[in-house]
């Protein structure tokens, strides 16, 4: 492999991020004399960050195809007041509590995705649409109210793995992550060495206050089954293909309008987990629920490296940018810093990430 090459594939953009990362974070340890870097606040930040995660794991697909979806905030807490007043009003099982608001979320998004790729509707106008008529709905649904399920509910979103079966999983990681070392060569074992180190210095951390937090287990699970559903199969290749040239997609054989409808189906799923958790998590329903949830999902995305453009994200990406978003609410208000500092910066973030990634296709000829 010549040098030209070998640069190329270096990860730059990644490596910025996990360098402004650190610069967060030591900034924040400073001026918070170490409490930030503290097991205890790292564990319950990583729990704050896991619906954005969620709802950026899908955001992600959907921009990667050129799509943009601003009713999952919306979306996820009609969702989770859907599997609270089920649970808790109609009285039924928990498993149903869990499922029916995914079916529900699948159906919705499959509306949405009919409604872009056969009516021809603009995503921008049908999402902007299905925010409001969410909004509405979760209103109307609760009235207002607060719906608080009981304890067994909670569990998705307030429980901790115990520490052995976190040590077992981290341990059966790090096994396949070497095997994936061992077979690649030369400076592509590095990624995969430093993937296992970072499963057991992630799980040491976790387990020196009371655990990894379940929903941040649930988040790795599906950030691993998105990022195979992305690069390793057909599909995932030809969402990025449909973003990155449409035109070339649709003349190659691309179904394109079901794979739009399907990656709304999706986003209506991640939607509805996303709802659960967050219920789970707060302790009840809200009418307010998820509200701006939605600007934060894509702008993790976008701070991450995906493009706006279409073609171009992953999925490792937008979770360090839901990391850095979280990192900075959860400093700030370590700090006590008055709130209406966190919008702005977050604001300026943004911004910055759209702007690099403006000027670095520029460079590339795009």
């Given at each position: 492999?010549?040098?030209?090459?070998?640069?190329?594939?270096?990860?730059?953009?990644?490596?910025?991020?996990?360098?402004?990362?650190?610069?967060?974070?030591?900034?924040?340890?400073?001026?918070?004399?170490?409490?930030?870097?503290?097991?205890?606040?790292?564990?319950?930040?990583?729990?704050?960050?896991?619906?954005?995660?969620?709802?950026?794991?899908?955001?992600?697909?959907?921009?990667?195809?050129?799509?943009?979806?601003?009713?999952?905030?919306?979306?996820?807490?009609?969702?989770?007041?859907?599997?609270?007043?089920?649970?808790?009003?109609?009285?039924?099982?928990?498993?149903?509590?869990?499922?029916?608001?995914?079916?529900?979320?699948?159906?919705?998004?499959?509306?949405?995705?009919a409604l872009v790729a056969?009516?021809?509707?603009?995503?921008?106008?049908?999402?902007?649409?299905?925010?409001?008529?969410?909004?509405?709905?979760?209103?109307?649904?609760?009235?207002?109210?607060?719906?608080?399920?009981?304890?067994?509910?909670?569990?998705?979103?307030?429980?901790?793995?115990?520490?052995?079966?976190?040590?077992?999983?981290?341990?059966?990681?790090?096994?396949?992550?070497?095997?994936?070392?061992?077979?690649?060569?030369?400076?592509?074992?590095?990624?995969?060495?430093?993937?296992?180190?970072?499963?057991?210095?992630?799980?040491?951390?976790?387990?020196?206050?009371?655990?990894?937090?379940?929903?941040?287990?649930?988040?790795?699970?599906?950030?691993?089954?998105?990022?195979?559903?992305?690069?390793?199969?057909?599909?995932?290749?030809?969402?990025?293909?449909?973003?990155?040239?449409?035109?070339?997609?649709?003349?190659s054989g691309i179904n394109?309008?079901?794979?739009?409808?399907?990656?709304?189906?999706?986003?209506?799923?991640?939607?509805?987990?996303?709802?659960?958790?967050?219920?789970?998590?707060?302790?009840?329903?809200?009418?307010?629920?998820?509200?701006?949830?939605?600007?934060?999902?894509?702008?993790?995305?976008?701070?991450?490296?995906?493009?706006?453009?279409?073609?171009?994200?992953?999925?490792?990406?937008?979770?360090?940018?839901?990391?850095?978003?979280?990192?900075?609410?959860?400093?700030?208000?370590?700090?006590?810093?008055?709130?209406?500092?966190?919008?702005?910066?977050?604001?300026?973030?943004?911004?910055?990430?759209?702007g690099i990634d403006m000027?670095?296709?520029?460079?590339?000829?795009?």
């Amino acid at each position: 492999m010549s040098e030209a090459k070998l640069r190329m594939r270096v990860p730059w953009r990644a490596l910025s991020m996990v360098g402004s990362l650190l610069a967060i974070w030591i900034a924040f340890s400073i001026t918070t004399d170490g409490t930030f870097l503290t097991p205890r606040n790292l564990t319950l930040l990583a729990r704050q960050m896991s619906v954005t995660s969620i709802l950026a794991i899908g955001m992600v697909l959907v921009i990667v195809a050129g799509q943009i979806d601003l009713s999952v905030g919306a979306f996820a807490g009609l969702l989770g007041a859907a599997s609270a007043m089920i649970y808790v009003n109609l009285g039924w099982p928990l498993p149903a509590a869990f499922i029916l608001p995914l079916l529900l979320g699948a159906a919705l998004g499959f509306v949405q995705g009919a409604l872009v790729a056969r009516l021809r509707i603009p995503p921008f106008i049908v999402t902007l649409g299905g925010m409001l008529i969410f909004q509405g709905a979760m209103l109307g649904t609760t009235g207002g109210v607060s719906v608080s399920p009981a304890r067994p509910y909670l569990f998705v979103g307030q429980a901790y793995v115990p520490h052995t079966l976190g040590w077992a999983g981290a341990g059966v990681l790090c096994l396949f992550l070497l095997y994936k070392g061992t077979r690649a060569s030369g400076p592509a074992r590095l990624p995969w060495l430093g993937l296992a180190a970072l499963a057991v210095g992630f799980t040491a951390l976790m387990n020196a206050y009371e655990g990894i937090p379940f929903p941040v287990l649930l988040v790795l699970v599906l950030a691993a089954v998105f990022t195979v559903l992305a690069k390793h199969t057909a599909f995932g290749r030809h969402l990025y293909a449909i973003g990155g040239n449409r035109e070339a997609a649709f003349y190659s054989g691309i179904n394109i309008n079901r794979h739009l409808i399907a990656v709304f189906t999706l986003m209506g799923v991640m939607a509805g987990i996303a709802g659960v958790v967050l219920t789970a998590r707060v302790g009840s329903a809200t009418s307010d629920a998820g509200r701006m949830m939605e600007l934060d999902a894509i702008a993790a995305a976008v701070i991450g490296g995906t493009s706006l453009l279409g073609g171009q994200g992953t999925i490792g990406g937008a979770l360090l940018g839901a990391l850095v978003m979280a990192s900075l609410d959860n400093g700030m208000s370590l700090m006590n810093t008055e709130s209406f500092w966190q919008p702005i910066i977050k604001g300026i973030i943004l911004v910055l990430a759209v702007g690099i990634d403006m000027a670095t296709r520029k460079d590339r000829g795009h």
